[in-house]
């Protein structure tokens, strides 16, 4: 008994071979025939053949780490800071933890546990930042390019008003007659 959408056959004979491996020679036929002028157009992709992507497992995301890439870690966004910070961090409660009293093991244990969570946190705090930058030049641009629209526009109107006013006036001049003085 089907218990789920997939188990259950194929109402439309149409679509049977969507469940084998072979398609259809020929595709069936429109209900209505082309234009001449035009190809016919192609029929949507059905929810059973659009393509998911398959999630990534964590030994595939671990399997495109290259060892290059950890020598090159400095040179991304951010890191660099946020590397400084977790230092600072890690060192002054390593230090603070040693002199309240806890071994030497343990404060080392604090040391790195808020070194790690402090170069995390500063890194994702500058990662914040620069979107939020990147969002605000973004926006200048925008607004630049719509105030040299507006700005190229009113010249336009300008340069168009002042062309019709001198039309209008050698219009006038060549109304008037030259003996007439007044």
């Known amino acids: ?19 084998t491996p072979q398609p259809p020679s020929t595709p069936p036929s429109p209900s209505t025939p082309p234009a001449d002028d035009q190809p016919p157009a192609p029929n949507p992709p059905s929810p ?19 060892p290059a890439d ?9 890191s660099k800071q946020g590397f400084l910070t977790g230092i ?5 409660v390593g230090v603070l933890r040693w002199i309240l009293g806890l071994p030497i093991p343990k404060a080392a244990n604090w040391a790195v546990g808020t070194g790690a969570i402090g170069a995390l946190a500063q890194y994702e705090y500058c990662q914040y930042k620069r979107r939020v930058e990147k969002e605000k030049m973004l926006r200048m641009v925008e607004v630049v390019t719509a105030r ?15 062309r019709e006013r001198r039309e209008r006036e050698e219009a006038e001049k060549r109304q008037k007659s030259w003996w007439k003085v007044w």
């Not at 959408?5 to 071979?17: N, V």
């Not at 950890?70 to 951010?78: G, R």
């Not at 600072?88 to 002054?92: D, H, L």
């Open 88 to 92: 600072g961090t890690g060192a002054a």
């Open 48 to 66: 059973e053949t659009t393509y998911k992507p398959a999630r990534a497992t964590i030994g595939e995301v671990v399997g495109t780490i290259k």
């Open 148 to 162: 040299q629209a507006r700005e190229k526009a009113e010249a336009q109107e300008r340069a168009r008003e002042a």
């Open 1 to 19: 008994m089907p218990t789920s959408p997939e188990d259950k056959p194929p109402s439309d004979t149409t679509r049977s071979w969507l469940t």
């Open 70 to 78: 950890f020598l090159k870690v400095h040179e991304t966004p951010c």
